[in-house]
């Protein structure tokens, strides 16, 4: 009898080549199947005997994926809030906008390594209490904190023409 993580592991570059379907970004999709291992694993005993495991994978990946979809939209309209706030709260013209554009660097990234950095780098939880917040496993977690903050240094490194221009 095969164990059940051959059996899943079989099953992943399918998963893999949906999720890229779906999401239409490899980070994105990587993270969707790694969720959806971790998720098929952890609900085994819901997989009843005789249930084709194939299409029991690629329902929990989907269902990851409208939920994950919904939870974006929301955190999109939350960001816009907490940027006018912080607008308001910055004394000087400088600091608002250098607050601005490090505040659009982070919305433009993914909210999975936006939350990440943040919970990191922002609010200063250790990687081991930033996985249990996000109910991830602590790889996860690393993986979308490299990819955030490459990201952030793309965008910061960009051509000087690219950049937004401080009028003194």
Partial sequence: ????????????????????????????????????????????????????????LFAILRNLHISGHRKRARMLVEAETEIENLESAAPAAEDRMELIQVLQMLGQLPEEQRAAILLVSVEGFSYAETA???????????????????????????????QLRRVV
């Avoid at 051959?6 to 239409?24: K, V, Y």
């Avoid at 490899?26 to 969720?35: H, R, T, W």
Wanted: aromatic share 4%.
């Fill in 1 to 56: 009898m095969p164990r059940r993580s051959d059996e899943i592991e079989i099953n992943i570059p399918h998963l893999r080549r949906f999720a890229l379907a779906l999401t239409r970004n490899p980070d994105m999709a990587d993270d969707l199947v790694q969720d959806t291992v971790e998720r098929a694993l952890s609900r085994w005993y819901l997989c009843k005997p005789g249930l084709a495991l194939r299409p029991w």
């Fill in 132 to 162: 249990r917040i996000l109910n991830i496993p602590i790889g996860t977690l690393m993986s979308r904190l490299s990819r955030g903050r490459r990201k952030l240094r793309d965008m910061v490194d960009m051509p000087p023409e690219q």
